[in-house]
């Protein structure tokens, strides 16, 4: 693995990798044991869309690991003044070991990637959030103690959160049965994948979605970017809440969601307050599962 891009890169045996690593590196922070894998090393940490949890578990992760975050924003550097990507990239690599970008295109990383020398790493774009379903999948094996063989349903928006789910989850060998309306679909690409790997059922049905399901994935119905289209959002997603009539039809399901959560409408305050332990575990995870990235990576 030279890069963290989308999840789609990564075989079954680097995300396992990252899992386990990501485990080791939490309980030594538990245990008050820091190794300094990264001592002397710098991320530039480029933002072109807000972040809490991002920004904040990537800066404090490097600091743990001995090194030391730069934070850049998108508007406050030459990159919102139009400075091409790929001499962004050339320059980033003669100061930092590794560059952190959140950004709207998929094609913006993949270029920095092309043109960059320090491995990159996706911190969210319009397609794909790795990093968060790396956290997740931690999540889930610490409470169900396995992968393979789970069922998860992904319901609401087809935006980066369902792509990334989609394939996280599969190539750990769970099951995926995906609710999303008409005209809000993942990713063609993750589709056809998906239809490949098997194991995955796709529809506009969050009932079905949901039964049997052992993890309930849901996101918000407007993405950051999106805000235009919020009102038109609402109409369409109305259907689709995750509440305790939809928990209802699970098996005893946990509940992530990436946050920030927008209660009442992808989600009911019910059921976000009864699997809260889970949802912010799974935030806490983002430190763990990056760390665990960025060791392996830039160590
Ligand atoms: N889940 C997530 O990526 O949160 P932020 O937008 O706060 O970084
Ligand atoms: N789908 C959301 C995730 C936020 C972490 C967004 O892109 O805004």
Redesign the pocket.
């Known amino acids: 693995m030279r890069h963290l891009l989308k999840l789609l890169d990564l075989t079954t045996g680097e995300i396992t990798e990252i899992l386990d690593l990501a485990d080791k590196l939490k309980a030594e922070h538990k245990a008050g044991i820091n190794r300094e894998p990264l001592k002397g090393k710098t991320l530039a940490m480029i933002f072109e ?1 807000n972040s809490t949890r991002t920004r904040v578990s990537f800066e404090t992760g490097i600091y743990q690991l001995g090194g030391q975050g730069i934070f850049l924003s998108g508007s406050e550097s030459q990159i919102g003044r139009g400075e091409p990507i790929q001499d962004t990239a050339r320059v980033l690599s003669r100061y930092c070991d590794g560059i952190m970008i959140r950004t709207f295109a998929q094609k913006t990383v993949e270029d920095l990637a092309r043109w960059a020398s320090v491995p990159i790493i996706n911190g ?1 774009t ?1 397609f794909a ?1 790795p990093c ?1 379903v790396l956290a997740d999948l931690q999540t889930i094996r610490e409470y169900k103690g396995t992968l393979a063989g789970l069922k998860v349903a992904y319901i609401g ?1 087809g ?3 369902a792509n990334s789910v989609i394939v996280g989850a599969l190539k750990c060998g769970m099951s995926v049965s995906a609710a999303c309306p008409q005209g809000y679909e993942p990713s063609q690409i993750v589709l056809e994948f998906a239809t490949l790997c098997g194991g995955f059922e796709f529809s506009g049905n969050i009932r079905k979605a949901a039964e049997g399901a052992d993890v309930v994935f849901t ?2 119905w407007a ?3 999106m805000e235009k289209e919020a009102a038109a959002r609402k109409k369409a997603f109305a259907g689709y809440r995750v509440d305790d009539s939809i928990m209802q039809l699970t098996n005893n399901a946990m509940v992530q969601h ?3 959560a927008h209660r009442g409408e992808e989600i009911t305050d019910e059921v976000f307050e009864a699997h809260a332990d889970e949802i912010f575990d799974e935030a806490e995870n983002r430190l763990h599962a990056q760390k665990a990235v960025m060791e392996l990576l830039m160590g």
Do not use: E
């Open positions: 869309k969210l319009d959030h968060q928006d935006n980066n959160m996101d918000v993405s950051m970017g990436c946050l920030p």
